[in-house]
């Protein structure tokens, strides 16, 4: 089976389903990643915005994934006329990969690089689009620092509707985390591995599960 994870920042994907992705290699599947905005000067240093390359390129070893795609839009800057043409880039990367499974971040996120990348990707998975793709699942995951940063209100609010028991693999997702030394906190920020263990056990006791993965099913095609 493919699986696609699209991520709006390159540490996204590690603190929403990592340890997701590392159940879905450990049962054969092939992972794809797009990464939708790219780190820019002056925000960013150009050493920094090297040192930002170099940790995709070892997460995506970590996870054995092939090279990331990456759609280049400007990181922290995304807004919705950058919104038609995040469709067609990524309905461009559906088209190569033709995953199964597709994982994006929450549209309720209080970064609106991810409210465009999650708006982006249900336009690009409409109902009758999904066969063209060959996806059967679409959902969302969580991201610690910019889900639970957004106000719980309306649409906005996270309510997960799929879990997934990621049992001991937790320390294994903490240890890519880390490969984020320039996203990465200390405790008690959320980016921290006290905070990723603590969201992790949260989500667990839920299905009564040591640790666990939470998601919300955008949606899924039966046959």
């Not at 699942?137 to 609010?157: D, F, I, K, M, W």
Request: charged letters at 20%.
């Amino acid at each position: 089976m493919k699986v696609l994870v699209v991520s709006a920042h390159p540490d996204d994907e590690t603190l929403g389903c990592g340890a997701t992705l590392l159940k879905h290699r450990a049962e054969g599947d092939r992972l794809h990643w797009l990464i939708a905005t790219q780190a820019h000067q002056p925000q960013w240093s150009a050493s920094v915005i090297k040192e930002k390359l170099d940790e995709i390129g070892r997460v995506a070893k970590a996870y054995a994934m092939p090279a990331p795609f990456r759609l280049g839009f400007p990181s922290a800057r995304l807004n919705p006329e950058y919104l038609s043409e995040a469709i067609r880039k990524i309905s461009e990367v559906l088209a190569k990969v033709k995953p199964e499974v597709v994982y994006v971040v929450h549209g309720g996120d209080v970064h609106t690089d991810h409210q465009i990348v999650f708006q982006a990707t249900a336009a690009a998975l409409k109902p009758y689009a999904m066969a063209r793709f060959g996806v059967r699942r679409l959902l969302s995951y969580e991201t610690l620092s910019s889900t639970n940063a957004a106000a719980p209100v309306g649409g906005q609010a996270f309510v997960p509707t799929v879990f997934n028991d990621i049992g001991r693999l937790i320390d294994q997702k903490i240890k890519i985390m880390n490969l984020y030394k320039t996203e990465k906190q200390s405790g008690p920020g959320p980016r921290s591995s006290a905070a990723i263990r603590a969201l992790a056990g949260f989500r667990g006791s839920t299905i009564n599960a040591r640790y666990a993965e939470a998601f919300m099913l955008v949606r899924e095609v039966m046959s």
